[in-house]
């Protein structure tokens, strides 16, 4: 087990000194406080030092065998396939559909096929997911894709 996060805390620090790199072409100060890379930068660095904090405390460790049940079975791969897939549909529907209605739609199908929830709690709780956070986002002036229907 210490194996797989050592793999993963050096996965982190790659992603780190890459989101470093990047930052420092962007400019650290502006004329009146921070510029568009000093959070950058520095949430860079803080990654990089969890990660080797977290490497450190791994190589301290014994090596522990994998618990039962870690590698999901064939049920688990196909939930975290269609979790996947619904992901990425969302992804090219959120502009023709809008927020609404791609929300909605994947709302519904993530909790009847992962929560296996009632229909009426089904919709009612997409109905919130989506229409909620339209109305919640736009009172927050954050626009959403509205989509072919406006909504």
């Known amino acids: 087990m210490s194996r797989l996060f050592r793999?993963?805390?050096?996965?982190?620090?790659?992603f780190g000194a890459f989101i470093v790199h990047l930052s420092?072409?962007?400019?650290?100060?502006?004329?009146?406080g921070p510029g568009p890379g000093f959070f950058s930068f520095w949430l860079g660095v803080l990654m990089i030092g969890l990660a080797l904090i977290d490497i450190i405390g791994?190589?301290?460790q014994p090596q522990e065998p994998l618990p039962p049940g870690f590698i999901p079975d064939r049920d688990g791969i196909r939930r975290v396939l269609y979790i996947v897939?619904?992901?990425v549909a969302t992804l090219f529907l959120l502009k023709p559909l809008g927020w609404t209605l791609t929300i909605f739609c994947f709302s519904i199908f993530l909790l009847r096929t992962m929560g296996r929830q009632a229909w009426w709690l089904?919709?009612?709780?997409?109905?919130?997911s989506s229409f909620g956070t339209f109305h919640l986002f736009r009172q927050l002036q954050v626009f959403l894709p509205t989509g072919i229907l406006g909504i």
């Open 24 to 32: 420092l072409q962007l400019s650290y100060g502006a004329e009146f």
């Open 85 to 87: 897939g619904a992901l």
């Open 58 to 60: 791994t190589l301290r």
């Open 122 to 128: 089904t919709l009612l709780l997409s109905l919130v």
């Open 7 to 14: 793999v993963v805390d050096c996965l982190l620090l790659l």
